[in-house]
């Protein structure tokens, strides 16, 4: 028995989300809350012919406590998307507020749930989760993800691209560490799965970076207005709670990157510190999933000088993010 459940289920990446956990036929349960809509979402759902019971609640009538309540995965989209001339700053005073009151519930209602971040910008996003479970008393931090998927799942369709191929992109690999967001997005292109044709040159491999590191802006743009990657994160989203379920269920061998606290694996924590140079309290690195969450944070392994300049230029960046996190929490009210 798996209950799923999403915080933030009537929403542009919300909905789609639902619907994919909904198909997943390892979820027996699953859960929904919003502000609106969400019992209409959840009667839309409860038609498809898939295993899972769906249950959909509101805030009244201690809504939070009950789609909590027994979860054993709890994905977290809510928040405002990102608009044209919104800058990452101005989103984050936003959503942090809305981040902190809905980890609250969970740490009240679901403390040992696998808890999946997607809410932007989750380089400070997942700082406010780790905080507030530490102010209840209930932060385990194999539990808790940082949802960079979207980055793995852009970099394995663009190489696709490259390479001719797209019918290859769901078997191409590529470790994509660091953050979520810009210039803290490293694509290790080097260790793709699939090599990327000698024909690109440096100049074609800053490009494809770029656009891997960018790529929510290309849609922002591309939708004029009216929205940011919501069906794309919906997947990205799916397949990590995907991830996340096989080995719950005790399936072995999953490696994927994901933003976590480091010392959910205090060895690969520290050794990642030693490659990074830095002191770092999170980072997005490969990370072996097991039972109870985070098994193993791997290395980063070989990485050409082009990778490591990428890598040097996120740690500041980084650090600012995760600062921010915190620093909301530290004035706020819980």
């Known amino acids: 028995m798996v209950k799923a459940v999403v915080l933030g289920a009537a929403g542009g990446i919300g909905q789609p989300l639902a619907l994919l956990l909904k198909a997943n036929p390892l979820v027996t349960e699953l859960g929904l809350y919003d502000i609106v809509n969400t019992p209409g979402v959840a009667a839309d759902l409860s038609h498809i012919s898939t295993p899972a019971k ?3 609640h509101l805030p009244p009538d201690d809504g939070l406590a009950k789609v909590l309540t027994g979860a054993d995965v709890v994905v977290i989209p809510a928040g405002v998307p990102r608009k044209p001339g919104m800058t990452r700053d101005d989103l984050f005073k936003i959503n942090a507020g809305i981040i902190r009151d809905l980890a609250t519930g969970v740490a009240k209602y679901a403390p040992n749930a696998f808890v999946l971040v997607i809410s932007n910008p989750v380089n400070s996003t997942v700082p406010i989760v780790t905080e507030v479970f530490k102010q209840h008393g209930v932060f385990n931090p194999k539990r808790i993800f940082g949802v960079t998927t979207l980055d793995v799942v852009r970099a394995s369709t663009f190489v696709a691209e490259i ?3 797209l019918s290859k992109a769901p078997s191409i690999k590529v ?3 660091g953050g979520h967001s810009g210039v803290t997005i490293v694509p290790l292109l080097s260790q ?6 000698s024909s690109v040159d440096q100049g074609a491999l800053e490009k494809l970076t770029y656009r891997i590191q960018y790529g929510g802006d290309e849609v922002v743009k591309a939708k004029d207005g009216a929205g940011s990657a919501t069906l794309s994160m919906a997947y990205a989203g799916a397949d990590f709670a995907n991830s996340v379920i096989k080995a719950l269920k005790g399936e072995s061998g999953i490696v994927v990157p994901t933003f976590v606290h480091l010392t959910a694996d205090a060895a690969g924590g520290e050794a990642l510190k030693k490659e ?4 770092l309290d999170f980072f997005s690195a490969p990370v072996e999933l097991g039972p109870d969450g985070v098994k193993s944070i791997k290395s980063l392994g ?3 000088d082009y990778e490591k300049k990428l890598v040097e230029a996120a740690i500041p960046e980084l650090e600012t993010n995760i600062e921010k996190g915190i620093t909301f929490i530290a004035g706020s009210k819980l």
């Open 192 to 197: 793709s799965s699939t090599p990327l044709p």
């Open 54 to 56: 769906v249950v959909g």
């Open 175 to 177: 470790p994509v560490v």
């Open 276 to 279: 990074l140079g830095k002191e």
């Open 163 to 165: 390479v001719g191929d």
């Open 302 to 304: 070989k990485l050409t």
